[in-house]
Every structure is written in structure tokens, then in C-alpha cells.
């Protein structure tokens, strides 16, 4: 018959080998510093969510101007256009707001998540009131232009929407086909 013992003591120091490397807190692990050099500090991570506002006005006029060249406006109809694309710029207060990380801190933790509550609950008011605005800018160009225009503007304005599995943004992407007459 066969020790046991040997394969059972190898299997347990191989175990606790294995555990403790495990367990171990990589290099440099000390509060914060894997976060900031792997979230913060490398290339896209650190812009999720955030566009250089210079190429996101770069990339709007580019798409108002495929949208004006293919709605045809003719002259009577500047006028809302101007009136629809200024509304579609993004509020500079709510782009340029950003929350004093240093003043959070500060706080305890119970008054840090009410604070950032009541800030969340401001944006949420403040992004909401923008939208509406953008509705009713929207709505009232779209009553400006012809059926015709309706149709061009219903096939290409919105086109960011859910198609080919994307969100709108700048990206590179093929340009919605023209609708036929």
C-alpha cells in the first residue's frame, strides 16, 4: 500500500503557496495608487465620458452642415435653423460645473453622500430642463420645414439613435443614405 501521507503534504504546501502569493497586495497597492496609474492615468480611462469640447464643436458644425446641405433650407427658413442648432449646443454651465473633490473629502461619510446627492439630484434637474429645451427647439424647427424636409430630416437628425448597435458621437461611421423623392 501506498504512504498517502507524502501527496497529501505536497498538495498542502503547494495550497498555502499558492494562498499567500494570492493574498499578497501588489506592488505599490498602498490607498489609491492602483487606481490612479491604472484607471486615471492611462489613455482612454482617463477621458471615459468626457470629449475635448474643441473636437465635439468640430464634429457637431460637420454634422450640421451634412444636415443643413441636406434639408435644402431656403432662405425663410434660416431663421429656425439658427434658432434649432443654437439650442442643440450644449449648456456651457453644465459642461463647465465640476464638483470640489477636495471639499468632499473633507466631510464625513455620511455628509459626503448627502452632498453628493443633492449635487446629482441639481444635475439631474438642470440636464433634464436642457433636454426639454432641445424637445420643444426641435419640435418647432421640424414644423418649419416641408414634408419633404421632414422625411430627410427624419432619416438623417436622428440616425445616432440606436442604429448599427452605437451611440452618436464622433466616430468614424458611414453617413446615413439620402432619402430618395
Do not use: C
Not at 498602498?30 to 465635439?56: F, I, L, N, Q, V
Not at 435653423?81 to 454651465?93: D, F, G, L, R, V
Not at 414644423?143 to 466616430?171: I, S
Amino acid at each position: 500500500m501506498k504512504s498517502v501521507f507524502k501527496p497529501v503534504l505536497v498538495a498542502a504546501m503547494l495550497a498555502s503557496a499558492g494562498f499567500s502569493a494570492f493574498s499578497q497586495a501588489p506592488a505599490g497597492a498602498e490607498r489609491g495608487a492602483m487606481m490612479g496609474s491604472t484607471m486615471h492615468d492611462s489613455g482612454r480611462h482617463a477621458r471615459m465620458g468626457r470629449m475635448d469640447p474643441a473636437k465635439m464643436q468640430a464634429w457637431m458644425d460637420k454634422r450640421n452642415a451634412e444636415l443643413k446641405a441636406r434639408l435644402k433650407l431656403t432662405p425663410a427658413q434660416e431663421g429656425a435653423w439658427i434658432a434649432y442648432t443654437s439650442a442643440m449646443k450644449p449648456p456651457a454651465e453644465l459642461t463647465s460645473k465640476r464638483t470640489d473633490r477636495a471639499e468632499l473629502d473633507k466631510l464625513p461619510t455620511p455628509e459626503r453622500i448627502d452632498k453628493m446627492k443633492a449635487l446629482r439630484n441639481q444635475h439631474m434637474t438642470d440636464m433634464t430642463a436642457a433636454m426639454d429645451k432641445r424637445d420643444e427647439a426641435t419640435k418647432a424647427f421640424y414644423a418649419a420645414l416641408t414634408p419633404e424636409q421632414q422625411k430627410v430630416f427624419d432619416a438623417n437628425a436622428t440616425r445616432h439613435h440606436g442604429r448599427e448597435g452605437r451611440k452618436g458621437g464622433p466616430r468614424e461611421s458611414k453617413p446615413a443614405a439620402p432619402v430618395k423623392p
